[in-house]
């Protein structure tokens, strides 16, 4: 039926203008596009409507630490230290729940990027990237000079920022009196460098 009247139209309009012939052959064909199922435009709309939720980035208070001690237990990361180094933090909140977290725990002149965490239901959304962005961005505005981070899974993820691997015994020798580096003795972890001047 559709169809039928589309071709209706098309004959009625032929001997019309060419932009309006256009007009409206486009308008039918969608028409007809939509009546046989091609644009399933139900589906569709689904699709479009599944937007990831709104995130917005902060600096940490100690107010978070529950949260941030939670988030990292659930991915399996250590507490230690974090309540010391609670001022490092950003974190990434959407609905009034922290979603994903990221320290830079400053020695010297370098900071050891650690404690990059975000929940399973967030994840491939950009969070942890905006989160080392932020950090590194602070950083740049202070007086650091090295940027330095242990991963056991992830190094071509930090490979972005222009890290790169080097020997644990290579990085600057504050960094190394981390407890980050104290634990990563006990672990297969890669450590890995970004010169931030």
């Not at 993820?157 to 020798?173: C, E, H, M, N, Q």
Request: contains cysteine; hydrophobic residues 40%; glycine residues 6%.
């Amino acid at each position: 039926m559709a169809a039928h009247r589309c071709q209706d139209r098309f004959q009625a309009v032929a001997c019309g203008p060419t932009r309006l012939r256009g007009e409206i052959r486009r308008d039918c064909e969608q028409h007809i596009r939509c009546v046989a199922g091609f644009l399933e435009p139900r589906r569709a709309l689904a699709r479009d409507s599944i937007v990831p939720p709104y995130h917005h980035l902060r600096l940490a208070s100690r107010a978070d630490l529950p949260q941030i001690a939670a988030l990292l237990e659930q991915c399996r990361l250590t507490t230690d230290g974090v309540a010391e180094i609670i001022d490092g933090f950003h974190v990434a909140q959407c609905d009034g729940r922290v979603i994903g977290c990221a320290a830079a725990e400053r020695h010297g002149d370098s900071i050891v990027i650690r404690s990059v965490a975000v929940e399973p239901t967030s994840r491939d959304r950009g969070v942890a990237a905006r989160l080392v962005d932020a950090l590194l961005m602070r950083a740049r505005g202070t007086e650091v000079r090295h940027a330095v981070l242990l991963s056991a899974s992830a190094p071509a993820y930090f490979a972005r920022w222009g890290f790169s691997l080097i020997p644990a015994d290579k990085a600057p020798t504050d960094a190394r009196a981390s407890s980050e580096f104290q634990d990563a003795a006990q672990t297969s972890a890669l450590c890995m460098h970004c010169e931030l001047r």
